[in-house]
């Protein structure tokens, strides 16, 4: 069965780089997209961005200049990086599998909380 | 961007009752729709893809329908552990985007 564990720092100041990694385990790399998703507190989903095993990445154009996802397939790895982090991102990262030929985002990471103040 | 509109915000049922969640969308989505469960302190959980196919272990009790702009996920038979957050997200244009989410409240 295939999980993704995820870990990455969980309290930046202001302006700092936010940076996640996700493994996954138990399955294939290809044929599916990475995707980064976030919760701020009591509030809902948000797409961050994504990523396929080739490297072609897609991306949010709220967060798009200050975000960069990246995949090493060598480890089954695939990592987030949010700069100049403030207050409004603070919020639960979610490392997430979808389908490239369907709507669908089946396996999800149990999240890490990130806060960000000064 | 596409806005996903869920309604009601939160849905009362009792036990064995018949639960009707709504999601439009502000555009055109045709079938790329999912809806999601997210228990409390919980990462969400995929129940319907593609608008209307029940995902790995969805039950039976529920259902997806709607292409286009409206979309219907249904819970029939309601039990206890459906006590959540639904959400819908589109994937057919791009951002993709979530819904709110409606809240399932059982009495």
């Known amino acids: 069965q295939v999980q993704l564990r995820q870990w990455g720092a969980g309290l930046l100041k202001p302006s700092e780089t936010l940076s996640l990694t996700c493994a996954v385990y138990?399955?294939?790399?290809?044929?599916?997209?990475w995707t980064w998703i976030r919760q701020p507190p009591g509030k809902g989903l948000e797409w961050i961005g994504e990523?396929?095993?080739?490297?072609?990445?897609n991306y949010n154009p709220s967060l798009k200049s200050r975000v960069t996802i990246s995949v090493d397939t060598t480890k089954n790895q695939f990592s987030l990086k949010l700069s100049s982090v403030t207050a409004a991102d603070t919020a639960i990262y979610f490392c997430?599998?979808?389908?490239?030929?369907?709507?669908?985002?089946?396996?999800w990471g149990k999240g890490t909380t990130v806060t960000v103040s000064s | 961007e596409t806005v996903l509109t869920q309604s009601p915000a939160t849905l009362s049922l009792s036990p064995g009752e018949r639960a009707t969640l709504s999601c439009r969308a502000s555009?055109?989505?045709?079938?790329?729709l999912a809806w999601y469960q997210q228990k409390a302190g919980q990462a969400p959980r995929l129940l319907i893809y593609d608008a209307s196919n029940r995902a790995s272990g969805t039950p039976a009790r529920f259902s997806g329908s709607g292409s286009g702009t409206d979309f219907t996920l249904t819970i029939s038979n309601l039990e206890p552990e459906d006590l959540a957050v639904y959400y819908c997200?589109?994937?057919?244009?791009?951002?993709?985007?979530f819904g709110q989410g409606t809240k399932v409240e059982i009495k």
């Open positions: 555009q055109s989505v045709s079938s790329h």
């Open positions: 990523i396929n095993h080739h490297g072609s990445t």
């Open positions: 997200q589109q994937r057919s244009n791009c951002p993709w985007t």
């Open positions: 138990g399955g294939s790399f290809s044929g599916y997209y």
């Open positions: 997430v599998r979808g389908w490239e030929a369907a709507t669908a985002q089946d396996v």
